[in-house]
């Protein structure tokens, strides 16, 4: 069955930078993209970026000022996302999905990861 | 940006009651619409793709309908696993955008 596994919690300091990874099995990694969300506490779901599996072309939501990098390792079937220069408005819980590449195919995004919380704190 | 809202933002209703819920884009989106039950501590799980197609295992009360700018999730009869939060998702253009949410809880 799909399923998408996220790295652990993460405690970061203002001014610091994460890296969290997901892990993708049963299904083509490339075949897909690997989008990226997160939920502050009590708030809406925020889209931050994606990554074409396949071919590595990524896009990134520009409320994050370039400071969102996506990634991925196709040979360990992992996509990664990196947040740099951690504010305190960052804690949130950050989580992994899947989404067909070619849109009028996709389902929404079908798979989650089971989200990884990130708090920033001094 | 494509701005989405829902109505309402919290809804109390009772077991076997039928539920809609009301999903607005700032422009036109075609069908390109989702809609996702979330509970807490987990992770959204998708109900309805491309505004009325249901996800597979998905249960048939659950419906979308709509275009353009203005969409619906019917719930046919509440249950008791239906307690939860909802959020629709426009997929037409980046950024991909959620609306705010929608909480149904018992009354």
């Known amino acids: 069955q799909v399923q998408l596994v996220q790295s652990g919690a993460e405690v970061k300091k203002p001014g610091a930078s994460v890296k969290v990874s997901c892990k993708a099995s049963?299904?083509?990694?490339?075949?897909?993209?690997i989008h990226w969300v997160r939920q502050a506490p009590g708030q809406r779901l925020e889209w931050m970026g994606w990554?074409?599996?396949?071919?590595?072309?990524?896009k990134s939501s520009q409320n994050f000022q370039g400071r969102v990098t996506i990634t991925r390792d196709t040979s360990a079937s992992t996509a990664y996302m990196e947040l740099r220069s951690l504010r305190f408005e960052d804690t949130a819980v950050y989580f992994c999905?899947?989404?067909?590449?070619?849109?009028?195919?996709?389902?929404?995004?079908?798979?989650w990861g089971q989200g990884t919380l990130v708090t920033v704190s001094s | 940006d494509i701005q989405v809202t829902q109505s309402p933002s919290t809804l109390s209703a009772s077991v076997g009651d039928r539920v809609t819920i009301t999903c607005r884009a700032s422009?036109?989106?075609?069908?390109?619409l989702a809609w996702y039950q979330q509970k807490p501590g987990k992770a959204p799980k998708v109900l309805i793709y491309?505004?009325?197609s249901l996800e597979s295992g998905v249960p048939s009360r659950f419906s979308g309908s709509g275009s353009g700018t203005e969409f619906t999730l019917t719930i046919s009869s509440l249950q008791p696993d239906d307690f939860a939060t909802y959020y629709c998702q426009q997929y037409n253009s980046f950024p991909l955008t959620f609306g705010p949410g929608t909480k149904v809880d018992i009354k």
């Open positions: 491309k505004a009325s």
């Open positions: 990554i074409n599996a396949g071919n590595g072309n990524t």
């Open positions: 049963g299904y083509t990694f490339s075949n897909y993209a």
């Open positions: 999905a899947r989404f067909a590449v070619v849109v009028p195919t996709a389902h929404g995004f079908d798979s």
């Open positions: 422009q036109s989106i075609s069908r390109w």
